[in-house]
């Protein structure tokens, strides 16, 4: 009896000591793609197993575990841990995983995590794989600006937008527009339109790769300055992780535009404005703006009568310039009148624009005045000596 006890114990004994150093089947090789990794995406790791031993290893699972810069992403079909499930005696298995590499990692060899376990051994063994990080150097491009227009004599601040094109950190990025003068062969300086005011550079402190950031500078534009699409110089220069600096120069299109601002006003008249009568009109067009008016069709309307000619080409009005329609309106109904200009034109964006100046004109009023007594009192006296000096020289 005691040696049947002695049997079982020294059974469950080797059980334990068999579990505890249970065989586990080998990572013979790990890869990934692309390699080197870039920073900012993700690479696809293959692991390769391989059972050495003579017995099937059951419940085989590899878990990758999360460790900078490295992410593991698993999907419907990528699981992590794995469940790889038996391996047959001298078999072989494969596994695939997904993982992200960090957009701050540098150009360096890291290394990732990879535990592996089975039924007869759960907490399994972790070893360190590399992973060569290796991507291009920073690269900062003006991507975009918030305000593209200005107009003559403008303060106005623009946001530019930064963004890291290239696969590593980019550490003290500035921003600079250039010199605001240029000075020609002959020696004669010749000024920007478009100025800086104020702080002319713009600081960030770091820009990761494919991430984007914004800096805000103040320029002006001088009141000269001519009405065209202007290129804006642009410096850029940041440091690398190994401390070097780069510039580059970007160039900024902005455009300097004017307004048009057209007014309109009666001029003339001639004729009876009057229900019933025709009135020659001539009325003013003029534009108050800096901007130039293409195109420009003025329109009469009124709700009084009947315009003989309702619809008049101008053609182009300049910043200042003044021109004139003229047109007869026959009045019908009515007896304060009004007259609706109707003013489409083509600005310096290219879009029709149409503007309406409504004109009040009065009626001509027709008065009728009593006789007028002094007139006809001294009528009378006259007549009256003439007769007399008559009467006088007929009795003579």
Avoid: C, H
């Avoid at 070893?127 to 150097?137: D, L, N, R, S």
């Avoid at 696969?167 to 010199?179: G, N």
């Avoid at 190994?242 to 003339?268: E, P």
């Avoid at 310096?348 to 007594?373: F, R």
Wanted: charged share 20%; proline share 5%; net charge neutral.
């Amino acid at each position: 009896m005691k040696i049947k006890q002695m049997g079982i114990i020294l059974f469950i004994f080797v059980m334990i000591v068999s579990t505890a150093f249970a065989t586990l089947p080998e990572i013979t090789q790990v890869n990934y793609t692309p390699s080197p990794a870039v920073p900012g995406t993700t690479i696809t790791v293959l692991v390769q197993l391989e059972n050495k031993d003579s017995t099937s290893q059951t419940g085989v699972k590899v878990q990758l575990e999360n460790t900078y810069p490295f992410t593991i992403k698993p999907t419907d079909t990528q699981l992590n841990p794995a469940t790889v499930g038996t391996i047959e005696s001298f078999g072989k298995a494969l596994v695939q995983f997904t993982v992200y590499v960090d957009p701050a990692a540098e150009n360096k060899t890291y290394y990732l995590p990879v535990t592996i376990s089975t039924t007869g051994n759960t907490t399994g063994i972790k070893e360190q794989f590399p992973i060569i990080v290796g991507g291009k150097e920073p690269t900062i491009k003006v991507v975009s600006t918030t305000s593209e227009k200005l107009l003559p004599g403008q303060e106005k601040e623009i946001s530019f937008t930064l963004q890291n094109v290239g696969t590593s950190p980019a550490y003290d990025v500035v921003l600079e527009i250039k010199e605001d003068r240029t000075i020609t062969a002959t020696g004669t300086v010749v000024e920007r339109d478009i100025t800086p005011l104020g702080a002319a550079t713009a600081y960030v402190s770091s820009i990761n790769p494919g991430e984007q950031k914004q800096v805000t500078l103040k320029v002006s534009v001088t009141n000269t300055a001519t009405i065209k699409n202007y290129t804006l110089p642009v410096a850029v220069s940041y440091r690398n992780a190994s401390g070097t600096r780069t510039t580059d120069t970007s160039y900024v299109g902005l455009k300097v535009f004017a307004l048009v601002d057209i007014d309109a006003t009666l001029k003339d008249k001639t004729g009876t404005v009057a229900n019933g009568q025709k009135a020659e009109i001539t009325i003013e067009i003029y534009n108050k703006g800096l901007g130039k008016a293409e195109f420009t069709v003025v329109e009469i309307k009124t709700p009084n009568g009947v315009v003989d000619k309702p619809k008049q080409f101008i053609g182009s009005l300049g910043p200042n310039d003044v021109d004139t329609v003229k047109t007869g309106i026959t009045f019908s109904t009515g007896t304060d009148y009004t007259i609706d200009v109707v003013i489409e034109y083509q600005d310096s964006d290219a879009v029709i624009k149409t503007k309406t100046i409504q004109l009040p004109i009065k009626a001509d009023t027709t008065t009728t005045e009593g006789p007028n007594m002094t007139l006809i009192l001294v009528v009378l006296v006259i007549v009256g000596i003439i007769v007399w000096k008559f009467v006088l020289k007929k009795k003579k």
